[in-house]
């Protein structure tokens, strides 16, 4: 029997159990051997073993590891390589000092290019006294009355916030909706604002409308009893001649007549609404903690005032039944309490937010088509949205588990109905979804849609899920961003019409904008009431452009009348822009792109963390 060893020099090395020799007869023979091999020259690896540290010779190679080299060749060698590195750092410090010309980046997208203009429009909008860095040069201060010749009104300062419309009344729900908007879309793609640019421009933006609205009730305060609706009238029925936002064709600065102030003190939509918008605000400036703060606390005392004083704020005023009618206020309690949890983190709101009854009365279980359009009017579809994403992301389990369910499997048929496939909705020849069914000023609610359906897109994306189900089928995400593509697409000019519906994007776009700002020139003359008249009828373009309106759109069969008197068609408002802007970012630049955890920075984790273990058992 023989076992092999292994020999360091390389080969087997065998021992035989047969030999006879003893080991002290081993040992003498290993001596003999080791003086032989003594006697005759070694090389130099073999000296290296034998001999000790004092011993060795100088050394000529240098041992690598997996490689033996001359010592001069690797003195050579590492030398030649540090030059080259100085050489090579020296040429580049010249390369980058010396002045060169700057390729331009990839031009911006159509979506990009857009938004810059619509948030123009919100400048275009301002009342009161302008900021120097406005840049509407047509744009001026106006109404700095506003509340003080009201000797009724609950505060005499209401100076600043926006213009509605192509008028100068200041409507605060449609308005409140617009700013909840444009937070929303912060909050989600701020990444894409700074990168676009605009970030600080949409945030001094929002800061406007929260700056008027904490004007509108005592914010301070803990209770209210009453809030402003409205600043301005503009009822002309029954033949009134009386000077009002409607009846006069006047630029904002010009205005001489009163502006009456209204206030509703049983207004659960309008109160819950503006509670939305400076809760959402909330979160665009945490950084700002104070001012944050103080937006939380007005946030909370008007959500209280909402759900104390029960009514619809329309119910008790003619003139907001005449131009922004509620039809309910449950839809405003979901989304406010659901803008107040993620505001604040506090547990009570979601719970309110996700009460079974309340759902029931804003609509959740009809199942009607019409209660999926989101607008200024119906927030559900935006609120289910909302509160799918905590499901989404947070998953909090019982007991808001089935309410969050039932709104993500409602935010689920509502992404379904926006599917051609589906016929949910008629269509235009050009493509355009009918979601109000082909009546006037579509876009707005088109605009919103696309928000909606680019969101739910990201937010399925940001959650690793690749798409949802329609009944059996089953549905990309891509298939949604294409939609909210193909609709923003045809506003932007891929219309039969080859029209652009927003003033200022492309080439071709409604030059008779029904705007009293924009079709009066500043010419240093003061056109009266009346006097301004003849650039309302003028058939002329308007000297004035309002860069960046969305106007309210085409008609069922594609077809637009460019004409300042038809408002049905040319007139802009704050809450379909608001929508625009949040569809154009949420396009913009590269898919995907939101923020997953700054909505959540108030919210306490779901689960609370674990007592540390028990300390070990002694006897």
Known sequence: MSMYGRDPWGGPLEINTADSATDDDRSRNLQDFDRAALSRPLDETQQSWLLGPTEQKKKKYVD???????????????????????????????????????????????????????????NAQKSGKLPKHNNVSWRGNSCTQDGKSDSSSITKDLVGGYYDAGDAIKFHFPKAFAMTMLSW?????????????????????????????????????????????????????????????????????????????QECSSCSDLAAEMAAALASASIVFKDNKAYSQKLVHGAKTLFSFARQQRGRYSAGSAEAAIFYNSTSYWDEFIWGGAWLYYATGNSSYLQLATTTGLAKHAGTFWGSLDNSVFSWDNKLAGAQLLLSRLRLFLSPGYPYEEMLRTFHNQTSITMCSYLPIFTSWNRTRGGLIQLNHGRPQPLQYVVNA??????????????????????PNFYSTKVLREFAQ?????????????????????????????????????????????????????????????????????????????????????EPTLAGNAGLVAALVALSGEKGGIDKNTIFSAVPPMFPTPPPPPAPWKP
């Open 185 to 261: 879309s912060v909050i989600e793609y701020s990444s894409k604002y700074e990168t676009a640019g605009e970030l600080n421009h949409v945030k001094d933006i929002i800061k406007w409308g929260t700056d008027y609205f904490l004007k509108t009730f005592n914010h301070s305060a803990d209770s209210i009893s009453k809030v402003v609706a409205q600043v301005g009238v503009g009822d002309t029925s029954g033949g009134s001649t009386t000077p009002n936002d409607h009846y006069c064709w006047m630029r904002p600065e010009d205005i001489d007549y009163d502006r009456p102030v």
């Open 64 to 122: 690598l590891g997996c490689i033996i080299v001359s010592r001069k060749i690797f003195i050579w060698t590492v030398g030649t390589i540090l030059v080259s590195a100085l050489i090579a750092g020296f040429i580049t410090l010249i390369v980058k000092t010396v002045p060169r010309h700057h390729h331009s980046h990839a031009p911006a997208d159509n979506y990009t290019l857009s938004l810059r203009k619509a948030l123009m429009f919100f």
């Open 450 to 471: 696309a928000y909606l359906a680019t969101l739910f897109s990201d937010y399925l994306d940001a959650a690793d899920t690749p798409g949802w189900y329609c009944g």
């Open 486 to 570: 193909t609709q923003m697409d045809y506003i932007l000019g891929k219309n039969p019409r080859k029209m652009s519906y927003v003033v200022g994007f492309g080439t071709h776009y409604p030059k008779h904008v029904h705007h009293r700002g924009a079709s009066i020139p500043k010419n240093k003359i003061r056109y009266n009431c009346k006097g301004g008249w003849k650039w309302r009828d003028s058939s002329k373009p308007n000297p004035n452009t309002l860069v960046g309106a969305l106007v309210a759109g085409p008609d069922k069969h594609d077809g637009f009348r460019d004409v300042r008197s038809n408002y049905n068609y040319t």
